[in-house]
């Protein structure tokens, strides 16, 4: 089955840096790669995702970039702000379910 | 609109009890799916019911029972659980079975005594 690995599992950036979060994955059937943000009691959040036909795509402060060749993935925040702190989970779908990442913990320091 | 409810938002139960979960969706969505997450862990994929037909059990024990009423609904009856079962479940949907754009609904945080 799909194996999908999350690195860094903590990541603290001062505000205004950027962040980067990185995911392999391993099974080449594998065809759509969402990233959630959840914060601490709440739900997880779709806030970008991508699917395999694209190497690219950005929303605002957010971007994802994905490497078929190399099964990686990985998301990209800007300009970073303390509401950005949070839990943040990359998926890879195939077979008609995900397999998520371990998370990675978020921390923005003003 | 872009919201998956779930009820109740807490549960306690013992372990001789049994209650049900209740998710619902009026996006129009065709695949709903529920997870289990343990603190500090990544969802953890229990079914995933297409078309109101469960279409895939990741063996879940028996206690856990699905019901897909009708394509809005998705309920999950729980009996006789283990204190290990205490977790959030969270229940969530997408437009087709294909997984694209899978929102997730708030989570009803179980506690099992």
């Known amino acids: 089955g799909e194996n999908v690995e999350q690195h860094p599992s903590t990541l603290s950036v001062q505000e205004g840096d950027s962040a980067v979060i990185k995911c392999t994955y391993s099974d080449s059937a594998s065809n759509y790669f969402p990233w959630y943000k959840q914060e601490l009691g709440k739900r997880p959040q779709l806030i970008i995702d991508?699917?395999?036909?694209?190497g690219e795509k950005k929303d605002q402060r957010i971007a994802v970039t994905l490497n078929k060749t190399a099964k990686h993935f990985s998301l990209h925040i800007t300009e970073t702000q303390p509401e950005d702190s949070a839990v943040y989970f990359c998926?890879?779908?195939?077979?008609?379910?995900?397999?998520f990442g371990a998370g990675t913990q978020v921390v923005v320091t003003p | 609109d872009t919201e998956v409810t779930q009820t109740p938002k807490h549960l306690v139960m013992g372990m001789t009890n049994k209650k049900s979960l209740k998710c619902e969706q009026h996006m129009g969505h065709r695949a709903m799916y529920w997870y289990k997450q343990k603190a500090k862990k990544p969802p953890e994929l229990m079914f995933v019911?297409?078309?109101?037909?469960?279409?895939i059990n990741e063996s879940v024990p028996s206690r856990f029972s699905p019901e897909c009423p009708n394509s809005s609904l998705l309920n999950l009856h729980l009996h006789a659980l283990q204190p290990e079962d205490s977790a959030l479940y969270l229940c969530?949907?997408?437009?087709?079975?294909?997984?694209?754009?899978?929102?997730f609904g708030p989570g009803t945080r179980l506690t099992v005594t």
């Open positions: 019911y297409s078309y109101e037909k469960l279409s």
């Open positions: 991508i699917r395999s036909n694209v």
């Open positions: 969530a949907s997408s437009q087709s079975d294909r997984g694209y754009e899978q929102y």
């Open positions: 998926a890879a779908y195939s077979w008609g379910k995900f397999q």
